[in-house]
């Protein structure tokens, strides 16, 4: 990891190196932290923030489906994570904003813990790799089925929630696949380890709907938007497994994987075992917008 300069903690610029928390912090144990995650891109107008009040708007959701009461505003944790990148000189990099209960008690209930509210940015690239950017990424289907709403609110991007990623994740990559795709509890398709899912099938665009369970993505959302006005039909319904392993083309998308291509799940090549010519169309678009080379999609840029 290349680590900043400074992080923002509670209003106030520290040291990387003084980010710390007690080891009593009540997150550690029980998970109480919602988060947030926003890639800065460098453009030809200097660097831009993508969508940044719509994923900060989600973080208070989040916040509010816990019950966490965060002491700040969508305008000042805007301004929040526009300050850290700018302090700390970046041109790209990935900006993590967290709210999580600190120590002061311990037990399952954190309301006695203070709220700590941090916007952390570090340079990172393709979190799948640059090649699986370009040739696609092979995926397992998981044997750890995604969690639904009667468990965890699944709404809220909570690092709760997470647990459940992490093991489909050491999972596919034990059995040599770079990402898991995980199913809901009725065995529909649901979403990978930390990504949405598409698939594309005799022309249409197609991804599970909110009720699979999914966390409603910000690039997922995006992806949904360009198809429309590039015409690509586009439909969410549930999709099983089979579906996919038929499916003519398949990618995932993301703040951290962006629009990553699948080109095999469980041992079977999906379409010509590549990227496809929607995604390759889709994701062309996508990073044309995010490096600031198309006005129309100026108003999902945050310039710096």
């Not at 038929?246 to 090549?269: C, S, Y």
């Amino acid at each position: 990891m290349n680590k900043a300069k400074t992080i923002w903690l509670n209003g106030e610029l520290i040291p990387w190196e003084q980010a710390t928390v007690h080891i009593l912090t009540h997150a550690l144990h029980y998970g109480t932290a919602v988060f947030e995650s926003i890639r800065c891109y460098e453009t030809s107008a200097g660097p831009a923030l993508f969508r940044t009040r719509e994923h900060m708007q989600r973080l208070l959701n989040s916040a509010k489906i816990y019950q966490m009461k965060i002491p700040y505003s969508l305008d000042e944790l805007y301004a929040a994570v526009k300050q850290v990148v700018n302090v700390n000189e970046f041109k790209e990099c990935y900006v993590r904003p967290i709210a999580f209960y600190g120590a002061n008690e311990m037990g399952v209930n954190p309301r006695n813990n203070p709220v700590y509210v941090s916007c952390i940015a570090w340079e990172w690239g393709a979190y799948l790799g640059d090649k699986g950017i370009e040739k696609g990424i092979r995926c397992k289907i998981s044997s750890w089925q995604r969690l639904d709403s009667r468990m965890l609110p699944v709404l809220a991007k909570a690092s709760a929630n997470y647990a459940n990623s992490v093991l489909a994740k050491l999972e596919a990559v034990d059995a040599g696949f770079d990402e898991a795709i995980m199913l809901n509890s009725n065995g529909w398709l649901c979403e990978g380890s930390g990504e949405n899912l598409f698939i594309v099938k005799d022309g249409t665009l197609l991804t599970p709907p909110p009720s699979a369970g999914a966390l409603v993505g910000i690039t997922m959302n995006s992806v949904i938007g360009i198809a429309r006005d590039m015409g690509i039909p586009f439909a969410t319904r549930e999709l099983t497994r089979e579906e996919l392993f038929l499916a003519d083309e398949a990618f995932m998308t993301g703040t951290a994987a962006e629009i990553t291509p699948i080109r095999e799940v469980d041992g079977r090549p999906i379409g010509n075992n590549g990227r496809g010519e929607i995604t390759t169309r889709i994701q062309s678009k996508f990073f044309d917008i995010v490096r600031g080379r198309d006005k129309q999609y100026y108003h999902w840029l945050d310039f710096l």
